[in-house]
């Protein structure tokens, strides 16, 4: 069965540390992506970056990096230099089918100063 | 550049009452579009996702239902609301292309009582 499994429910960083926020998976399909979504408290998702099975190198957007190691199945989220926005909700996702994605529980991180 | 709105953004609704939630997509055409609902403290679900006018998929029984009447319009709807229906819905669209991200409105936040 496909599934996404978060098992950090909080972490706390102090401000301009960095953070893991762990996320592993479970699919058959050797074709798969992974995305991690932020939820602020106003609860927008916003898509904060993607990772393809196929993909050589770890996706990196800004702050945001990936540390994709496929044998383990597992598709961390690196956030570096940690602000006090980043303070909200994040989700780890699995797309199963074009464009169908499937959703872990989530993970609240909390900067503090 | 493309937008999704949802509305309303907040409704409360008496046990029984009929619910209507309105998606809306500008600035792309033939999206995939998708509800999704997520529970006070936990994951998104994936409830329908309709790949063109009409085409309606539902994930999970429930006592809700979907309909597309113009290819960028999606709506959820239910004729009896029961508690359990309470939860924060979100809206998302995606282009069915390889990388498959969504994207989100801005949510619906349903209150049975």
């Known amino acids: 069965a496909q599934k996404i499994t978060q098992t950090q429910p909080g972490m706390f960083v102090q401000e301009k540390e960095a953070v893991t926020l762990d996320c592993t998976y479970d699919?058959?399909?050797?074709?798969?992506?992974l995305f991690w979504y932020k939820q602020p408290s106003s609860g927008e998702m916003i898509f904060l970056i993607y990772?393809?099975?196929?993909?050589?190198q770890n996706a990196t957007e800004g702050r945001y990096s990936l540390n994709f190691q496929k044998a383990r199945k597992s598709a961390n989220l690196v956030i570096s230099a940690s602000q006090l926005g980043d303070s909200a909700m994040y989700f780890c996702?699995?797309?199963?089918?074009?464009?169908?994605?499937?959703f872990g529980t989530g993970t609240r991180l909390q900067v503090f100063p | 550049s493309q937008t999704i709105h949802q509305w309303p953004a907040t409704l409360v609704q008496p046990v029984g009452s009929p619910l209507s939630l309105e998606c809306t997509v500008e600035?792309?055409?033939?999206?995939?579009l998708y509800w999704y609902r997520q529970a006070a403290g936990r994951g998104l679900q994936l409830l329908f996702y309709?790949?063109?006018?009409?085409?309606i998929s539902s994930e999970v029984p429930q006592n809700l239902s979907a309909s597309r009447p113009q290819d960028r319009q999606f709506i959820l709807s239910s004729k009896k609301l029961l508690l359990s229906d309470s939860g924060f819905y979100l809206c998302?669209?995606?282009?069915?292309?390889?990388?498959?991200?969504?994207?989100f409105g801005e949510g619906s936040r349903l209150t049975v009582l």
């Open positions: 998302a669209w995606g282009s069915g292309r390889a990388r498959g991200e969504l994207f």
């Open positions: 600035g792309t055409s033939n999206p995939n």
């Open positions: 990772q393809g099975s196929y993909d050589q």
């Open positions: 309709s790949v063109g006018i009409g085409q």
């Open positions: 699919t058959s399909d050797p074709s798969y992506g």
């Open positions: 996702a699995m797309r199963v089918d074009t464009d169908k994605l499937i």
